[in-house]
């Protein structure tokens, strides 16, 4: 049995996480590499990271199952998640299981089946489950969608950076904050700076200095991150609603940057209660990928 392991992997858009764990859950290597998101990276260079990343951790040891945790909308798009577990089982000899990545996040945080995930990072999405059932509100990705994230956040800062360049809104402190911060001197170094490759993550990255700059008492920063908050709110509630949970307790893992901020988390927290009071908060300090190995250790002993 101590020769005997599972994989778990957390593939996001910029880094893939995997981890080699003991059948007792125990990791005992964890790597680092290319991210593996479909959507950004498109279907071919996402799985040729994926693969290199198994196949590197997987090599001369005897693997029971693996369980993948991806980002890129997995969960609104099954044909999409078949093709990737079909192309997987092909290169590998032992069973792999794939799914979005809420789900690895919300068993990083408990070891309960049913409650809810609230996932406020660059993107954001609540998801839940009860009793079988599984419903989801958010996770739309950033055209459309990942309302009250990171990067909703950072587009909205932006977006009143250049009426101010432009004259349209006056006194935005705001921007003479951000703009010392990454040493940027007028609209021409703005364009360079977030018209590029990486542009969700560099917008993402502004959501910090908002929340550096209203624990300075600036209101405009307080007002962007509780109307983040909100947003974001309406997800969980909207799945807590679904899912029936309003009179009894459940787990609600939060999990994502955003919640580093000490306004957003209060908000988030207030408003769920107000709809469901036996909420149980728990905040994700373990990495996700801690629950992609629970997952493939619980899918190999059920097979």
């Known amino acids: 049995m101590r020769d005997e392991y599972v994989i778990g992997v957390d593939g996001g858009g910029t880094k893939t996480t995997v981890a080699l764990a003991n059948l007792d859950g125990?990791?005992?290597k964890k790597i680092k590499t290319k991210g593996s998101n479909i959507n950004k990276l498109g279907f071919k260079r996402a799985i040729s990271n994926l693969e290199e990343a198994i196949s590197k951790i997987?090599?001369?040891?005897?693997?029971?199952?693996?369980?993948?945790?991806?980002?890129?909308?997995?969960e609104r798009n099954k044909i999409k998640k078949e093709k990737i577990k079909r192309y997987l089982r092909k290169k590998f000899e032992f069973p792999i299981d794939v799914e979005?990545?809420?789900i690895i996040a919300f068993r990083a945080g408990t070891d309960k089946k049913d409650g809810i995930v609230v996932i406020a990072g660059t993107g954001s999405i609540s998801m839940g489950w009860k009793k079988g059932r599984e419903e989801i509100s958010g996770g739309w990705d950033w055209l459309f969608g990942d309302q009250g994230s990171g990067f909703w956040v950072g587009r909205k800062v932006l977006e009143e950076i250049a009426k101010s360049l432009d004259g349209r809104r006056k006194n935005?402190?705001?921007?003479?904050?951000?703009?010392?911060?990454l040493k940027i001197k007028n609209g021409q170094d703005l364009y360079q700076k977030f018209y590029s490759e990486d542009f969700i993550e560099k917008v993402a990255s502004l959501s910090k200095f908002v929340d550096?700059?209203?624990?300075?008492g600036d209101n405009f920063s307080k007002s962007i991150l509780i109307k983040a908050?909100?947003?974001?709110?309406?997800?969980?509630?909207t799945v807590i609603k679904?899912?029936?949970?309003?009179?009894?307790e459940f787990p609600v893992v939060l999990s994502g940057g955003m919640f580093n901020s000490k306004i957003f988390l209060s908000v988030v927290k207030r408003r769920i209660k107000e709809e469901a009071k036996d909420a149980k908060f728990i905040l994700l300090k373990n990495e996700p990928v801690v629950g992609a190995i629970k997952l493939a250790i619980e899918r190999y002993k059920s097979s």
Do not use: C, P, T, W
């Not at 997987?58 to 997995?74: M, P």
């Not at 935005?172 to 911060?181: D, M, V």
């Not at 550096?212 to 300075?216: E, I, M, R, T």
């Not at 908050?229 to 509630?237: F, G, N, R, T």
């Open 26 to 28: 125990k990791i005992v």
């Open 58 to 74: 997987s090599r001369s040891k005897k693997i029971n199952y693996g369980f993948v945790g991806l980002a890129g909308g997995l």
């Open 242 to 248: 679904k899912l029936n949970f309003k009179n009894e």
């Open 100 to 102: 979005g990545d809420q």
């Open 229 to 237: 908050a909100e947003e974001v709110s309406k997800m969980a509630i």
């Open 172 to 181: 935005l402190k705001l921007k003479n904050f951000i703009f010392r911060k």
């Open 212 to 216: 550096q700059f209203s624990q300075k």
